[in-house]
Structure formats: structure tokens, C-alpha cells
């Protein structure tokens, strides 16, 4: 079975720093961009950051650019988002995504279970 | 930035037929980028319903259905059932943003 289970949420000041782990398991992560994906209370789902199998193509959303790092150890089949300078406006649960291609189109499939960040002071 | 654009809230007695839709610009939908869609139940994460616009992965039942225009998308749910209420969502990809988007969410309420 397909699973994306996320760690290392909580609460954390304005100006502060966390690294959020994604383990996966039941498929070869190397052969999959993965991407980081956000919903604040109340609000519509929004695209963080994008990472290709082998590390070389990487894209952020532009209000993360600069603060937000996505990396990935495929030995360790684990996704990670090391997010510094949060702002009151980064709380949201944060979700670890695999996203599946086809022709000139890509989808996300499957969603992790989410892990819950909230910025304040 | 861009955002596709759905309508907050539909509702629909047990059995009868809803839609949603998802409305894009040239940028998005109107350039040629396919509309998935994704089922959200209360206090779970978001689960693909439908990608490429009209094709349902395995598990989804066919009373789901999309279909698409040159700017717009729609997600269809035929036989509404009490299971079926959640919040939907669309998402494609915005060339001018270089980035994925979403709609802006859909709640379904089964009466």
C-alpha cells in the first residue's frame, strides 16, 4: 500500500524554523517528483514547493521563495521541508504529495494525512 | 494570482444529480492545462476523485464524472448520496505563475 505519513508540525513564533519529515512506503520514491502542498484554516488548498526524483529540478510558490527548502533522501524514502522566517500567514496543515504525470499534465496522488503548523506569538 | 473559481456551496436531495464547476483564464484551463479533482471528507485529506479532466482512478465510483471546455471545467455526481458530502476541489497549471492551482473549494451538502 501507497502511504505518505508527515512529522514535525506544531507551534512555532513569527521569524521561526521548522523541518517537516515525510516517510513514504510501498513505492520507489526516487521515480517520483513529490511536492508539498498547504491549506490554512478555512482556505483553499495552495502548492508549496516541487522536487523531481533526482533532486534537479526544484519550484517553489513565491510567497515561500527564499524561506521554504524542499529536499529529499530517496535512500531513506523520505521528503523533507525545512521552512525559516515563518509568518503568522505560513499556518496552515501541510501536506506531503506524490504527483503522478502523464502527457504535458500532473496530478497529486496519493495525499499524506497532513501535519498542522501554526505561527504565533 | 490566479485562482480557479468554484461555487462555495451546492446542495441535492439523496439521489439526484449536482455540479460543480471551475472556472479558469487563458493562463490555466484556457491554455490547454487539464483539471483534476480532488474529494475532501470532513477532517481528512484530500483524495484524487478525478485527473485529466474526465478519468476516474480505480476505487472512485461512476456516478463521478468530469468533463471540460476551453476554460472551464465540471465535476458532475450523479445519485448524491449522504457519503458524497465533503468539499471538492479543482486543480490545474498556470503558466504565467509557473505554479499548480487550486479552486477555491466546493461544499456539497446532501440534504
Excluded at chain 1, 502511504?3 to 521548522?18: A, D
Excluded at chain 1, 515561500?64 to 509568518?87: C, E, H, P, T, W
Excluded at chain 2, 480505480?58 to 468539499?87: K, N
Aim: proline share 4%.
Amino acid at each position: 500500500e501507497v502511504q505518505l505519513v508527515e512529522s514535525g508540525g506544531g507551534l512555532v513564533r513569527p521569524g521561526g524554523s521548522l523541518r517537516l519529515s515525510c516517510a513514504a512506503s510501498g513505492f520507489s520514491l526516487s521515480k517520483y517528483t513529490m511536492t508539498w502542498v498547504r491549506q490554512a484554516p478555512g482556505k483553499r488548498l495552495e502548492w508549496v514547493s516541487s522536487i523531481s526524483g533526482s533532486s534537479s529540478n526544484i519550484f517553489y510558490t513565491r510567497s515561500v521563495q527564499g524561506r521554504f527548502s524542499i529536499s529529499r533522501d530517496n535512500a531513506k524514502s523520505s521528503l523533507y521541508l525545512q521552512m525559516d522566517s515563518l509568518r503568522v500567514e505560513d499556518t496552515a496543515v501541510y501536506y506531503c504529495v506524490r504527483v503522478k504525470a502523464g502527457a504535458g499534465t500532473a496530478w497529486f496522488d496519493p495525499w499524506g494525512q497532513g501535519t498542522l503548523i501554526s505561527v504565533s506569538s | 494570482q490566479s485562482v480557479l473559481t468554484q461555487p462555495p456551496s451546492v446542495s441535492g436531495a439523496p439521489g439526484q444529480r449536482v455540479t460543480i464547476s471551475c472556472t479558469g483564464s487563458s493562463s490555466d484551463i484556457g491554455a490547454g492545462y487539464d483539471v483534476h479533482w480532488y474529494q475532501q471528507l470532513p477532517g481528512t485529506a484530500p483524495k484524487l476523485l478525478i485527473f485529466a479532466n474526465t478519468n476516474r482512478p480505480s476505487g472512485v465510483p461512476d456516478r463521478f464524472s468530469g468533463s471540460r471546455t476551453a476554460t472551464s471545467a465540471s465535476l458532475a455526481i450523479s445519485g448524491l448520496q449522504a457519503e458524497d458530502e465533503a468539499d471538492y476541489h479543482c486543480q490545474s497549471y498556470d503558466s504565467s505563475l509557473s505554479a499548480y492551482v487550486f479552486g477555491t473549494g466546493t461544499k456539497v451538502t446532501v440534504l
